[in-house]
């Protein structure tokens, strides 16, 4: 056997210089697919010996030695060695050093090339059902803040100035809505790489006899894939998946951002626990909300991983090309950041105080409600483009008195508009906050009934349980 | 009315400066959602008269009103004009000029924010369905050259060296692949983004009584969103759309790659048609392949459109942010970016000559049987390592004289091994191309009988036709 | 003649095909290069003329013809035709018309690989003294700003939690230092393209008597590109200028940041003029910061232009590939749109009313002046670690009091530390906000006085004018 | 003292929860300030002496222990303890164990912001002088290989088609003249990195009377920051530092192309030392050029660190974030990375075998000498346009016929123009390849004359020899 385990043959006269050997050295990063790894390997070996191609005795050998192997590197008694270049030749090396000629069959059939991409594989598949479940819960945490808030209100925003009140419940729900695109995009990417490779073998796949769909099968892949050039030569299902994560990453770093903004003095709407904030080396009253800004920040990392793995495969020829290496560190790295974040912005959401008072305090003043004028005007007839131009008179008078609309001298209302009049009921109604609110009572609206039946759909969603009928639900378009 | 059609209420007392009116303005480039704005004013005014909220009579003037602004706008009768800022006050604007105060009650019950949400996705899911049928279009096209040139073969490659002899129709159907999940990924963006945002308001909805499922359904929407604030204040769906066209570019520049290698002088594996090629200001002898080659730089500019749209989006608070005007441009640079690409893709690929001569003398120069040679090693019991490890004593030995494998004196051959016997006419066979590359006969292999039946899969996927059992299509893992 | 004006010889037998043609076509971008395109042959023509290579009077003949085509175009009388694909054949052909043969000579000796190189690297020169000069006018507007508000105090902020005071001017003059860098490094970008890369030819040159260095220096280029392959080959320099506008960019982002926070109704701090704002078509009270969102919002943008082209250039072979023409677009947008985004903040900056008592409430919340307590401590003899912990329970003890640091009770001042004494006055003067401000005395600090002098210092590099001595300024460093 | 080591003072009531604390810590990454941070605390201690603020003995102690805090870390006697969060902390802790008292004077006056923002610029100038290092050694490889291989003459490409002939040494010293701009680039960012942020505190400089300039000087800084919130809250210097280095990879992959094109058996031109090349684990015959990819491969994974850093810092508002720490990893991935490809790089250019005879045969077949008939006709009076189009005319001809242009047959020569006489020397002598090549005798051209005053050149620029006096040099403009 050549001294290189197997990927250098006798057609070379001499190895690598120490300089290549160290960037061409894989498992460093490539230990993370021991798992798989062995589970492609144990999979191939029985459908060897099913089809007659090595003998049972020689897979049932690879398949306990294979165990003990992945048992030995994983806990620590065999360490992974570099000059053996990658995870792959790692495992094979020390199967053939614990059982001989069997494990030297092991390879029959296969190619590092349909290896890599199996592993690769079953490492998405497994890192998409690990997010999926990092941001169910993160849902179901957002789901049980705004039920406990479903009644206190907080300005909306547009362009960061005030807009309108909604519940907090509602602006809270929104982020589930977000991330649960963001759960059918990961989940849906997982599902297209759940296409087993194996079988490609380098790129032609191989003369011997073997059963793809069987291994397929036993490795709960949902079919094979169909060319096997392409197979082994392309790794769109990792960047399908990393543009999932990405996207997600994203609307942590919207959610980070609300949580910084919202701690801070000016705002003050919420008290992030001290869990998850740091002190300063100079300032003793500091109370920094740290994990937010991480969160925040780490959109950058997970939006440069996308960058790196696209990059790396624009105008690759075909079929397999040593960049390919370059795709799996941006992977694993989107993957453990937005999986961490998630974490994180479980944990703080979890246990954040929210401050009614300061957030009611808010909504009472920037004339929030001045919309609910231009309302009650079109509802006299008005047309709207005349009601908004009316009340926009309105907050100007407003503006000039240093007041809120609904403490304007009544002739300056009346100035405005003779369809106003401030001593009606159903005008000074108007400034209720709870009722301007629940007016807004249409599917997706802030009303808090429907923000009540959102956060029931959202459960039942997430935990199977029945939900009662709630009018807002019914969101299908009927043609 | 205010001097500026509604957006600048008269709570302003001044104008925007030039330098700011320019900048904000954004009917540049979202005259492109005229289509999508119409048909979405068209369905708000019939709901608003369905729902009792304005006159029958004035939806029918605002709908025939509409009608006429769009064809004038369409056909440069009437200019749109900067100073209103955008498509949608545009419209808004040339309506009341022709009817009068009916358009002013168009805008009763939305704002621009669903608005433009609403026209984005209908643009989103009308794009998506664009690019789906350009795909498909090229995958046909890849059949065809691929059942055109079932039985010549070429060299398949790794790491760009020879490597193993595959029908050149099984690379060609190697891209086909790669195209069919990005169709699948175009049209998962395009049914995600297919929920409609109306009826959301600025941000909180509104108070009048809209049916938004009605409008969701007239407008061909599969339902409605969840969330008032989530609705205006994410472009996620344009995110993945990007993504998914990121993707389908790379797999393009793959090919433009490869066709730039093949028509080179060096390879000589096609001639591109004139139709696609370009001359030389100075060099008279030139014929360059600058089709493919701007296919290939392309992808720089989709991979940058994505990154455009992801940092824009990056840490914005709720809801609706001025920032998101900037999620337009790069949408539809991407779109028409890969739309072009794949048609002229699809030109050079028809019109394209494929020297079957040349890739036959390529398949018969650096030793592509080698692994054939392993293959009938293990056939003979030689563990797979082993035989490996003989057949590059073999190839070193070939190296030195300068010859293929076969040619090899026999002698050679027997020093490397007892088990192989050059006179033996399995050996010999093993040096057959055709026979090499049909003894290659898995799902997903190159065998010929297993490409046709991909093509036949394919093609019956494509264009519904029926298609013959071929086993090779059984690709679906039995557990 | 052929019919393509001379980049299609009679070596081929047809045209393009339109798909073809249109993706081909650069005029749609590169009219922008009309200015350089003619500049540059005028300098050519000049000297093939005194190298004896085409006679004196068609070189005049070919230099007034120039300047009546570029006036053609300019002025509209002459439209850009897609068919002659790019300006440089625009500009040949419509030459050639004009004044027949002799423009049948202006091409002698070139190639357009180097023409638009060097149309290229003069573009790059010239919108990095542009870019140069509105950098410096929103520094010299950030001084004016300063100036007015230098004993206007605001908090400074880490993690956006109120950490110490600093005068407003400051604050301000930290985007000045960010900027004086950011021009600094477009004005080496825009040195560094100053190479004339005319006289490379195609690739390889020209055997005709050339006087490439007469070239540079008439046009005003420092000297002449070393390598012809590279010279025709690389646009590393409009990389660099794109690098340098993304940063610049993305420091304005910072500033619009804070802009769009500061205009909230939470901070309060300043009031941007209503010329930099926008209203919304629904709600008539809002007043938006539309164009800070915007400039902050473009980061994007330039970020992915800079993505575009880096990503074109990766692994292109030598020398000159199509792919480059994809490299214009982005470095037009790029400048544009920091071009832009300077003026726009300028303009902001400029208007915006400060509001200097909301500011001095927020100094007055959130013992910003802690650490005023830990270096009175430190000056006691207490070591840093320990002040630092006994200021620590300090806060925390004021926290529960719900007071200031300054308004706690003196039995709990004096059970932190025996070395406080609230009755002592230079105790109390910890509290003073000028006093505190002032005593951070060191250079690039914010006491007042250091602050003045660096809007002295750069002032003085702006505008030329003398400046006072002032020992803030002496910050070299002396070995 | 509290637990956490000083940054998180008595003011809070708990501690991190894990998922927190493991996300905030940064001494897996930051151990690499481990020698800039010990030099920076060294040079403050001192400064903190002299100027009186702390004891002279206390400094004494300090910087003896932190040396022996920084050699227990480097070997590993004392491991990094993530539960100190960072370097800084670590370093301090250690030395508190070591010294008690005086050690908690160390941090006196500063703050762990200005401390990393030191530490960073010290990494990233140490950085820069490193990358130049190698990037001239990498010019000197290019140099050397370019002379040996002075006469041979290979094609020159653009589009990847064969164009002109050129020097082999004229090829490689096209990498030369890029890198040499990457030096620069690199030189410029390590220069601008080299100014003092220590002193700027948290935010706000310190109230101590503390000599930042002597700090600077002791640490080789070019001089002090000029604003304390901008010193501790930007990292442009950082973004620049992988700006250039990014540029530099892009070189590298282009290179690192053409050694994949250039080793492919269609090309044949260079053998790449097996030292930089791997095996198939499956294919025995297989010889790949995987460091050439790896390199290539290795862009991506720059550019995304640029797109990582800069989206991090895209709209923070002042001063310092958190955010920022994700800053660090970026540039340490990009400049080891570079670093890597660089020395790689070197070794396959060193020891890469050049095949000139593949390269003769190339330069002999594909009409490259084409243009030279076209500069022979325009010597003869034809405007260039209509000898252009004469040649074109006559390489159809030989396409047809089959043959290189001067294989052509005597009368379809004179068919094409009177002005050809395929009898007449000069003709003739068209086709002599070296005799073409030196004609092409301007500055930057190929003429061997011209490459190799070039190779004379950048060596003395390199080695500081003397050279002779060469015509090609003097590339300065003369106004």
């Not at 991330?179 to 073998?201: F, N």
Request: negative net charge; charged residues 25%.
């Amino acid at each position: 056997m050549s001294t290189d385990g197997g990927a250098r043959s006798r057609r070379f006269g001499k190895g690598m210089s120490p300089d290549a050997r160290s960037m061409n050295a894989s498992v460093d990063f490539d230990w993370r697919l021991l798992e798989h790894d062995v589970a492609g390997s144990i999979a191939h070996a029985r459908m060897l010996a099913a089809q007659g191609i090595i003998p049972a005795a020689d897979a049932e050998a690879i398949v306990i030695g294979l165990l003990a192997v992945k048992e030995d590197l994983e806990e620590g008694r065999v360490a992974f060695d570099p000059e053996l270049e990658d995870v792959h030749m790692n495992v094979e090396a020390r199967l053939i050093e614990r059982i001989g000629d069997p494990g030297r069959r092991l390879h029959t059939g296969r190619s590092r090339n349909d290896q890599v991409a199996t592993d690769l594989r079953l490492y998405a598949r497994a890192a998409a059902v690990d997010l999926v479940g990092l941001i169910d819960r993160l849902r179901l945490a957002l789901c049980a803040r705004a039920e406990e808030h479903l009644d206190a209100f907080m300005p909306g925003y547009t362009h960061l100035q005030r807009a309108q009140p909604v519940p907090v419940a509602h602006h809270l729900m929104a982020y589930e809505a977000m991330l649960a695109r963001d759960r059918a995009r990961v989940h849906d990417a997982g599902a297209r790489a759940a296409e087993s490779p194996l079988g490609s073998g380098a790129l032609a796949a191989t003369t011997l006899p073997i059963d793809r769909v069987a291994v397929a099968a036993s490795l709960g892949f949902a079919g094979v894939t169909h060319n096997s050039l392409d197979a082994v030569g392309d790794r769109d299902f990792a960047v399908e998946l990393v543009s999932a994560a990405a996207l997600c990453q994203v609307h942590l770093s919207r959610l980070a951002e609300e949580l910084v903004l919202w701690s801070s003095q000016e705002f003050g709407f919420v008290r992030l626990s001290e869990s998850y904030c740091s002190g300063s080396s100079l300032m003793p009253h500091k109370v920094n909300p740290d994990l937010a800004e991480l969160v925040r920040g780490k959109t950058g990392r997970v939006v440069g991983d996308w960058v790196s793995l696209i990059t790396t495969l624009k105008a690759l020829p075909l079929s397999y090309n040593k960049d390919l290496q370059e795709t799996q560190e941006p992977l694993y790295d989107a993957v453990d950041t937005v999986a961490a974040c998630l974490g994180v912005t479980t944990g703080m959401v979890l246990t954040m105080e929210i401050d009614r008072e300061a957030m009611a305090r808010a909504v009472a003043r920037g004339h929030l409600l001045a919309t609910e004028v231009v309302d009650y005007l079109v509802g006299k007839g008005l047309p709207f483009r005349q009601a908004h131009d009316v009340v926009g008179g309105l907050v100007r008078r407003a503006e000039e008195h240093r007041v809120e609309l609904d403490a304007l001298p009544p002739d300056e209302i009346r100035a405005e508009s003779a369809l106003l009049d401030p001593d009606d009921e159903g005008f000074r109604a108007l400034f209720e906050v709870a009722r301007a609110v629940d007016r807004r009572d249409v599917p997706g609206g802030p009303a808090r009934a429907r923000v009540a039946g959102e956060i029931a759909r959202v459960r039942a969603e997430l935990t199977g349980a029945p939900r009662a009928e709630n009018p807002a639900d019914s969101d299908e378009a009927k043609p």
